[in-house]
């Protein structure tokens, strides 16, 4: 069966430092990837796309990965803050739908 | 500013009594979404629209319906709620099709007493 897994509940890192998700998945052919945040009681809002033929794509701080033969992405928060702490969903797309991982929760600390 | 809308925020009914949840959009996307969320979990599709085109997901119990009159908005009816209910319900859209970008309301809370 289809299977999105993010590496962890939690993660929790010290401000400055570099956060690092995981997104792996099996049994799927995405087209492409995306990474949503969601902040508690709120709705997830969308932060990056990554193709399949893209191996990298930057937006600020933020820079996603995509391994399609490892099956994985990563998501990386350079120089952290404090509002930088929510949950952070990887979504898979293939040409049909999009499937959403149960997100890792991210706490920057001060 | 365009936006996705759902109302109310937080909704609280009783074991076994219908509940509307309804949800607006003004970005005039053509996809609306309705998703489950329950703590530390996925969101779960359960239904969605092409325009007017309903599409159920295979698992969405029959308990859960869903109308979407015009383009703009959409309702979620939940026949008889049961304590298993109780969960973050999402309103989503997106502009043409499945595989784009979601835009997603900030959801609503049910508590089923």
């Known amino acids: 069966s289809q299977k999105i897994e993010q590496n962890s509940e939690a993660l929790n890192i010290q401000e400055g430092k570099t956060a690092t998700l995981t997104c792996n998945y099996t049994n799927y052919s995405p087209a492409y990837l995306q990474w949503y945040r969601q902040d508690p009681g709120r709705g997830p809002v969308f932060l990056l796309l990554?193709?399949?033929?893209?191996k990298e794509k930057r937006k600020e701080r933020l820079k996603v990965t995509f391994d399609t033969t490892l099956k994985q992405s990563l998501f990386h928060i350079t120089a952290s803050q404090p509002a930088d702490s929510a949950t952070y969903l990887c979504?898979?797309?293939?040409?049909?739908?999009?499937?959403f991982g149960a997100g890792t929760r991210l706490t920057v600390k001060p | 500013d365009a936006m996705v809308i759902q109302n109310p925020r937080y909704q609280v009914t009783q074991f076994g009594k219908p509940v509307t949840l309804s949800c607006s959009q003004t970005?005039?996307?053509?996809?609306m979404y309705w998703y489950q969320q329950k703590s530390s979990q996925a969101p779960k599709l359960l239904f969605h629209y092409y325009d007017k085109d309903f599409n159920n997901e295979a698992d969405t119990p029959d308990n859960f319906q869903s109308r979407r009159p015009n383009t703009s908005f959409c309702f979620l009816d939940i026949r008889s709620p049961g304590l298993g209910d109780a969960a973050m319900y999402l309103c989503?859209?997106?502009?043409?099709?499945?595989?784009?970008?979601?835009?997603f309301g900030p959801g609503t809370r049910l508590l089923v007493l």
């Open positions: 990554i193709r399949e033929n893209e």
């Open positions: 989503a859209t997106s502009r043409v099709s499945r595989r784009e970008t979601q835009y």
């Open positions: 970005l005039n996307h053509n996809v």
């Open positions: 979504a898979l797309n293939n040409n049909n739908d999009m499937r």
